[in-house]
């Protein structure tokens, strides 16, 4: 297969040759940029597997742009342990083998405090170690300033990378009591308030300074906390920070028309940290972006504030809307290439790789719901018109016709036939 005068962001144009059938695509409209990098996603395998598994979520990546992603470890029962560990991976790589896929992934580990002697024997097995500061989906969390310490050293002294969600359990738990009972979705940002990201974040800088640790602050949600980052990078602490397409633009005002189909954690804030946010990807201070891909089914997140899960689906949706963002002059796309793969390839120390996705820029398409291969089958950014969308993913030499262009093919099917057939319709090349 050939895809001609594609052009790079060098400016330079060239045709691309991959193997298989004899085919020639124009590609005059298209720019070919490294294929993306996911570091927060929630694959909810095992345990959660009628949400997402890795073969439904493995095809929403691919048919994104995204050909590398990292997991997180609240599962159940959750990655706390090497063996639950290499259980994990021995799950993954089935189901990836299943549907053909050759996905690229790491996965982090889960702080316990039962299981601290784990941490140790996976330094070389995972991207990081990740530690709930505060109470999420699933049962992990380190909550005592002992055990973050001891955290922290162990995993200074293992030379791992430590990840983590960053809110302080004490505030939660206090404004949980004092909002108990309250049924409004908006609810949410005031039971999980930006005090106690703030507190945490603070917190977590802290230990880090103390203990030599590098640390990697996830789902960043408040100008505080990057004023927090900047003066900790001003003063040499190893820290990176990550924040996520819904804290982009998703502000408070959102809840009264999308309810609790936007409540995560740590929730939506106001849109002063929005446009900080947006500041702090473009000078630096921002090292990553992660969708923090957390599917729910369209049921469960219909419930009433209070038994709604946190969470939503986004990794279908990233490069759109990162596009889009350059489009409308908010980021380069320079910026982008370096937020979605080479920041989190160093920081995660992820190997390097030659797959690209091919964009077309001017291409302006609407969000649709029946469109998304995520096993959940929804998107709140449904309804959205976006200009830039992936067209082609090259993944280890395979081209890989982009989701948002067919119609989801796995309705009323079984997985494995589902896939041969957007295979055959959808456009993935034969090698």
Known sequence: MKIKSVRHLNGEVKDLEFPGEPQEIDGSKLLALPAL?????????????????????ALAAVTSGVTTVCDMPNNTPPCTTLERLEAKKAQINAQLKSVGLPLRYGLYFGADQGHFSEIPKVANSC????????????????????????????????KMLVAVHAEDEALLQKKRAEFRGNRRSVTHSLVRPREAAILATEKAISLARKYGASLYI??????????????????????????????????MEDYKTLGTLIQMNPPIREKEDQEALWEALRDGTLDTIGTDHAPHTLE??????????????????????LLDAAAKGRITLERIVELTRKNPEKILSLPSNEDLVLVDLEMRQEVEADRIKSKCGWTPYAGR?????????ILEGKVIRASGLTPKKLVG???????RNEERDSGFAKS
């Open 37 to 57: 990098i996911d570091p927060h996603v929630h694959f909810r395998v095992p345990g959660g597997e009628y949400k997402e598994d890795w073969k439904s979520g």
């Open 127 to 158: 991207v990081a170690l990740k530690i709930f500061m505060g109470c999420s989906t699933g049962g992990l969390v380190v909550d005592t300033d002992s055990a973050l310490e001891e955290a922290f050293q162990i995993a200074a002294e293992s």
């Open 218 to 251: 996830l789902h960043i949600s408040t100008k505080e906390e990057l004023r927090l980052i900047r003066q900790a990078k001003a003063d040499g602490v190893r820290v990176f920070g990550e924040t996520t397409p819904h804290h982009l633009l998703f502000s």
């Open 300 to 321: 469960e997140k219909k419930l009433p504030y209070g038994e709604a899960p946190s969470g939503i689906p986004g990794i279908e949706t990233l490069l759109p809307l």
């Open 385 to 393: 018109v976006l200009q830039g969308w992936p067209i082609y993913t």
């Open 413 to 419: 099917r079984s997985l494995r036939e589902g896939y």
